[in-house]
Each structure stands twice: as structure tokens, then as C-alpha cells.
């Protein structure tokens, strides 16, 4: 009941700021809120057990969604610009040597795993493919593999990301 609560009220504070400003009501309009809370009632029964599940809710703490919010704009920020910089610089000079690398992340819940994942692939050239189970490692497809790395069997997460170390931040946040 706790999960569902919780994935049905972030739900709807989720709609709530995606539709400000369009009402009568304070900043939303009477149709706007039936429908939000309808929604997040729906979200809140299919999506309970994947979003919060009962033994952690540790994404509910003020200071890990603190760390959230800098996250986005700070170290995600810059790999992304990096990685925009990196990849404009490759399809211009065509220095391209694509490949698939295992990545040994070291995080070990389902949701740090998840965000990492969705860093990597939101990164322009950059994909993950896959991940090992038992082992958490991502499986990433690059645009650029270093010489050597295609040899390696495991390459460590602060060996692929710079300065910004997103697998550290990751763990502040998720686990």
C-alpha cells in the first residue's frame, strides 16, 4: 500500500509541474487535476512494484533528491557536452573505431545500475547494450575505443568517465 501511495503521489506532483500554468485553479484548471490524480492513480497500480519497491525507499530522502538535482545539471552536464564536443569532433575529422566495452560500474542496486545506464545512453556516442546479472557490469557500445581496450576484458567505470566520475555521484544518489 506504502509503494503504491508513493508512486501515485510522486506521479502526480510529476503532472502537476509538467502542467503548470495552463488554469483557473491556482496554476492548473479543474479538468487538469480530475485527470492528473486519475492518472497518477493508474501509474500508482501498474507501476508500484518496479518504481518503489518495500525494502528501499531511499530516493524518498530530501537530501538524495538534492543530490539528484545536482547531479542533472552538474556532472551529467558535463559528460554530455563532453561527449557532444567528442563526437562532432569525430564525424568531422572521421576518426571513428566503434566497439563494444565491459564496464565494471561497481554499483550495486537495481536503480543505480538503471540511472547509470540511462546516462550512458542519453551520452551521444555512446549506448549500453547490455549488463551481466550476476556481475552488474554494463556492456556500452562506444563510438571511439581507446587503443588497447578492445583486448581488455573489464574496464573500470573512472577509467571511461573523466572528471565527472558518474558512477560515484550514482551512488550518492541511488544506493
Known amino acids: 500500500m506504502i509503494a503504491f501511495l508513493v508512486t ?45 519497491r518495500s525494502e528501499s525507499y531511499r530516493l524518498l530522502s530530501p537530501l538524495r533528491l538534492l543530490l539528484l538535482l545536482v547531479y542533472v545539471p552538474g556532472p551529467f552536464f558535463i559528460e554530455l557536452t563532453k561527449a557532444n564536443l567528442d563526437v562532432a569532433y ?9 566497439g563494444i566495452v565491459r564496464v565494471h560500474s561497481g554499483l550495486k542496486t537495481d536503480l543505480g545500475i538503471f540511472m547509470l545506464a540511462n546516462s550512458i545512453t542519453l551520452t551521444p556516442g555512446t549506448l549500453s547494450v547490455g549488463i551481466d546479472e550476476e ?32 558512477p560515484a555521484w550514482i551512488r550518492r544518489i541511488a544506493e
Request: aromatic share 6%.
Open 8 to 52: 501515485a503521489g510522486m506521479a502526480f506532483l510529476l503532472y502537476l509541474v509538467l502542467t503548470a500554468g495552463s488554469g483557473t485553479i491556482g496554476l492548473w484548471s479543474l479538468s487538469e487535476l480530475v485527470m492528473g490524480a486519475l492518472l497518477a492513480l493508474l501509474t500508482g497500480l501498474v507501476a508500484r512494484k518496479f518504481l518503489c
Open 90 to 98: 569525430r564525424v568531422i575529422t572521421m576518426k571513428i573505431r566503434p
Open 135 to 166: 556481475t552488474n557490469d554494463l556492456f556500452i557500445h562506444n563510438i571511439n575505443i581507446a587503443e588497447g581496450d578492445e583486448k581488455r576484458e573489464v574496464i573500470e567505470s573512472t577509467e571511461l568517465f573523466g572528471l565527472a566520475n558518474l
